[in-house]
């Protein structure tokens, strides 16, 4: 493997043929030589989080909802959030005040942990499947911000994320859905 993804964004490619992926944004938590895995951060689902795992409720960012984080194994539950710097025993750190959380543990045990987001499922490759799908350019790589994981417009993270690129890239954040409708 040439070179991580972990903590940063795939974003898919406007021709991105795969209707599990269209339009999506994902946040890497992991990729080395076993595979890849993460998290799709803009298909929020008309689902209350506080139902998914009701001790976290308290700490969801609002509105509240539980996002589809992948096709794999869609009844498993992902929590990520913020977590100030010092070290806290549920929280991997990820990205800046990004971490994953351990929702096992008892919310009230890390003081300081808000802004989560729970994810049902996750993305998933096995080794050498996302080296493929870079290669044939499935996917951008672009670098991943906070507040990308806590947004309040998840449905427009795609476009916003292809517009703060700057040229060509952003010109994609208009890209039609059906460009032969041009």
Same mark, same amino acid.
Request: aromatic share 4%; charged share 15%; with cysteine.
């Given at each position: 493997m040439n070179s991580s993804t972990r903590a940063r964004l795939l974003v898919a490619t406007p021709d991105m043929a795969d209707p599990n992926f269209t339009?999506?944004?994902?946040l890497m938590l992991e990729h080395n030589d076993d595979g890849a895995l993460g998290l799709v951060l803009n298909r929020p689902l008309q689902v209350s989080a506080a139902?998914?795992?009701?001790?976290?409720?308290?700490? %969801?960012?609002?509105?509240?909802?539980?996002h589809m984080g992948g096709p794999v194994s869609e009844g498993t539950i992902v929590g990520i959030g913020l977590a100030p710097a010092s070290g806290h025993p549920c929280v991997t750190p990820l990205l800046?005040?990004?971490? %994953?959380?351990d929702l096992h543990d008892d919310p009230g045990d890390d003081p300081g942990v808000?802004?989560?987001? %729970?994810?049902?499922g996750y993305a998933g490759w096995s080794a050498g499947q996302l080296e493929v799908e870079l290669a044939v350019g499935s996917w951008f790589v %672009?670098?991943?911000q906070p507040a990308d994981v806590t947004t309040?417009?998840?449905?427009?993270l795609w476009s916003s994320v292809l517009r703060r690129?700057?040229?060509?890239?952003?010109?994609?954040a208009t890209y039609p859905d059906d460009p032969s409708l041009n």
């Amino acid at each position: 493997m040439n070179s991580s993804t972990r903590a940063r964004l795939l974003v898919a490619t406007p021709d991105m043929a795969d209707p599990n992926f269209t339009r999506t944004v994902l946040l890497m938590l992991e990729h080395n030589d076993d595979g890849a895995l993460g998290l799709v951060l803009n298909r929020p689902l008309q689902v209350s989080a506080a139902d998914a795992v009701p001790p976290w409720a308290d700490l %969801l960012e609002p509105p509240g909802m539980l996002h589809m984080g992948g096709p794999v194994s869609e009844g498993t539950i992902v929590g990520i959030g913020l977590a100030p710097a010092s070290g806290h025993p549920c929280v991997t750190p990820l990205l800046g005040s990004i971490g %994953l959380l351990d929702l096992h543990d008892d919310p009230g045990d890390d003081p300081g942990v808000t802004s989560v987001r %729970l994810f049902s499922g996750y993305a998933g490759w096995s080794a050498g499947q996302l080296e493929v799908e870079l290669a044939v350019g499935s996917w951008f790589v %672009l670098e991943a911000q906070p507040a990308d994981v806590t947004t309040a417009d998840a449905e427009g993270l795609w476009s916003s994320v292809l517009r703060r690129q700057g040229g060509l890239l952003a010109q994609l954040a208009t890209y039609p859905d059906d460009p032969s409708l041009n």
